[in-house]
């Protein structure tokens, strides 16, 4: 069975089930034999330390009881009863045993091993047949293995750092059960004398991860792997996956590292650099024990957002800037902090991997225990049009699950995270999946001649006596008056053809001063741009009540975690009423103006696309027309 095509094979709970007694049998008691090195012995009373005969005994074998349930509840002797933390590590031990035999046969059904086991049991196998036996049992064995110290690391959730004297097991590969017999013998010897139940875990992660560095230096000696490096196996009750001997799976999150920016750093997109400062503020205002932010309550929360502008523009930066601002804020306050980009490395080769890959994705970022920021960089790339027939099934797969994490019936949003797309090309982004940003940000870079001289001064450095010349440094860019300019640039619409909507509309019914006025100018736009849709008029009043709630939180709230950060739900949801302005006209105009500028930027960019692609097309076909004529005259035809 070729993995690739196959997809991903799932385990079924009937599957584990049957292997219950084998793997409650090795976790009770078994016996193995002890190499009589260091670790034997007597143990010295009161030293933790053992009596190590020098009479060398290198070539005995003793037999040694491996009693795993007993060892873990030894963590609290006064204890008959298994504590949360003991009874997890005994139980995943036990599942992990479950599975890895089921895993087993899976590698057995995928080479011939099953078959040449079956004909094993009627009459033993001779010669070459005998040989193959053989080495595909060791490789089923060495598959059981990997996959139950895969198991123990994927699923036991420890906070703290593994301890670094954790000990090979002594590896076993003469069949699948005495490779895991192997595993618990190694388990038992790490686990045994573990002074509380934190450190249980710790030493049962960090056994697991030695035991699967011991397994893939082996990796070589084992003939038959090739079959089982494509496969992509699942245990739903586990939330347990497993993809061949790629990586091994539960590595501890690594600490972020990202070149943050701050904001004085950005020179020009005012709009997007402001909003990106003021939702990394309001994600702050997130209540743990409550899990919900008042600026859902009160309106004006950025859950989705969708970034857009030429190459060089400082998309990138943005980024930097919210993530910099959010760990900031978040080493003040002591909370978790997950920034997770999703990219087209996460597109797999094979069926319902990329769409796994995207859910883990926001589920990461999601998390309610957590600040989550969730970029997908080059969202036409890793997304595509449900209309495109040319992109990958990943990538079809991605944008119907992006799709239903940000606007689908089961999303529920607490404002503990936000997820940015961001596309030189918005254009190629499916129509829904884009009306699913709630908000547009235009990052057009640097834009004026104090924009210009701004940024060369900024990436020049200080290196050097040139003189500046008759310009203020960076007072084009103070935050405030700059969005002010920005935002009244949008009284007016920008695109050729919403400017034309705009001016036959008061044409007709003169200026806009009413709600009604401000509905049938909608309409208008509805009927010269259909994707303007209902949705659109969502997103447009969530920026006319994120305007409204246009406070700038102050500074000094964030500075210390008592002022704002540690209060009560109630208390900031007080504090942050206080500070909301009145929704006006003007603000309203400004940003159906915002909104509808993007749609119609966007549909010209799409149809230019198009047509250049039809002239392309044309040219080719008459070249070929030309050169088929030609070797119709030479006869080639």
Not at 125 to 150: D, H, I, N, P
Not at 307 to 315: E, N, Q, R, S, V
Request: glycine residues 8%; aromatic residues 8%; proline residues 3%.
């Amino acid at each position: 069975m070729n993995g690739l095509n196959a997809g991903l094979t799932t385990i079924h709970e009937d599957e584990i089930a049957k292997h219950l007694s084998v793997a409650q049998g090795l976790v009770t008691r078994l016996i193995v034999l002890d190499h009589g090195d260091a670790a034997g012995g007597t143990t010295i009373a009161g030293t933790g330390r053992r009596f190590v005969s020098t009479v060398s005994t290198g070539t005995v074998k003793r037999t040694r009881e491996v009693e795993l349930i007993k060892t873990i509840q030894a963590v609290r002797v006064a204890d008959p009863l298994l504590s949360p933390l003991q009874h997890s590590v005994l139980y995943r031990a036990r599942r992990g045993l479950q599975g890895a035999l089921s895993i087993g046969e899976v590698f057995a059904r995928q080479t011939d091993l099953e078959q040449l086991q079956a004909r094993n049991l009627s009459a033993p196998l001779q010669g070459g047949e005998a040989e193959r036996f053989k080495g595909l049992l060791s490789a089923s064995a060495y598959v059981a293995g990997f996959a139950f110290a895969a198991f123990l690391l994927s699923t036991l959730s420890g906070e703290s750092e593994p301890v670094n004297d954790a000990k090979e097991p002594d590896f076993l590969f003469d069949t699948p059960q005495d490779a895991l017999k192997s595993l618990v013998a190694g388990l038992d010897l790490a686990l045994a004398g573990a002074p509380d139940d934190v450190s249980l875990v710790a030493r049962a992660r960090a056994f697991a991860r030695v035991a699967i560095d011991g397994l893939l230096a082996r990796k070589a000696r084992f003939a038959g792997l090739a079959a089982f490096e494509a496969t992509h196996i699942r245990i739903d009750q586990d939330d347990f996956t497993l993809d061949g001997f790629d990586v091994a799976p539960g590595e501890k999150r690594k600490p972020l590292t990202m070149s943050f920016k701050k904001p004085e750093e950005i020179i020009g997109n005012h709009i997007a650099k402001y909003q990106g400062m003021k939702l990394a503020k309001m994600l702050m205002a997130y209540d743990f024990d409550r899990q919900m932010n008042p600026f859902v309550e009160l309106g004006g929360f950025l859950f989705t957002f969708i970034g857009d502008g030429m190459p060089g523009t400082g998309k990138t930066i943005l980024i930097q800037m919210i993530a910099g601002l959010l760990n900031d804020y978040c080493q003040v306050a002591g909370y978790a902090f997950h920034y997770e980009n999703f990219g087209v490395d996460q597109i797999s080769s094979y069926q319902g991997k990329s769409g796994q890959n995207c859910k883990a994705f926001v589920n990461n970022v999601i998390n309610p225990r957590a600040i989550g920021f969730g970029t997908i960089d080059d969202v036409d790339q890793v997304a595509a049009k449900r209309s495109d027939d040319r992109a990958s099934a990943g990538q079809h797969e991605v944008t119907a699950v992006l799709m239903e994490s940000f606007a689908g019936a089961s999303t529920v949003i607490r404002g503990n995270c936000t997820f940015g797309m961001f596309s030189n090309y918005p254009e190629n982004v499916d129509d829904a999946l884009r009306q699913r940003a709630g908000a547009r940000w235009l990052v057009d870079g640097p834009q004026t001649e104090e924009d210009y001289i701004d940024i060369l001064a900024l990436l020049i450095g200080k290196n050097h006596a040139i003189p500046l010349g008759e310009h203020t440094l960076y007072a084009n860019q103070e935050i405030k008056r700059a969005v002010a300019v920005s935002y009244d640039q949008h009284s007016l619409p920008q695109e050729e053809g919403l400017t034309a909507v705009w001016e036959r509309f008061e044409k007709a019914k003169g200026r806009i001063e009413t709600l009604a006025d401000i509905g049938a100018y909608l309409h208008e736009i509805k009927l010269a741009e259909p994707r303007f849709t209902g949705r659109a008029i969502k997103n447009i009043t969530d920026a006319i009540k994120m305007r409204a709630m246009d406070v700038d939180l102050p500074d000094e709230w964030f500075a210390t975690p008592e002022v704002f950060l540690h209060k009560g739900y109630d208390e900031k949801k007080a504090m942050i009423s206080e500070l909301r302005g009145p929704i006006t006209m003007e603000m309203v105009l400004q940003e159906v103006n915002r909104y509808a500028d993007s749609e119609f930027r966007y549909s010209d960019k799409s149809d230019d696309a198009a047509v250049t692609e039809i002239i392309r097309r044309e040219r080719q076909r008459e070249r070929a027309i030309g050169e088929i004529e030609a070797m119709k005259r030479e006869g080639k035809w």
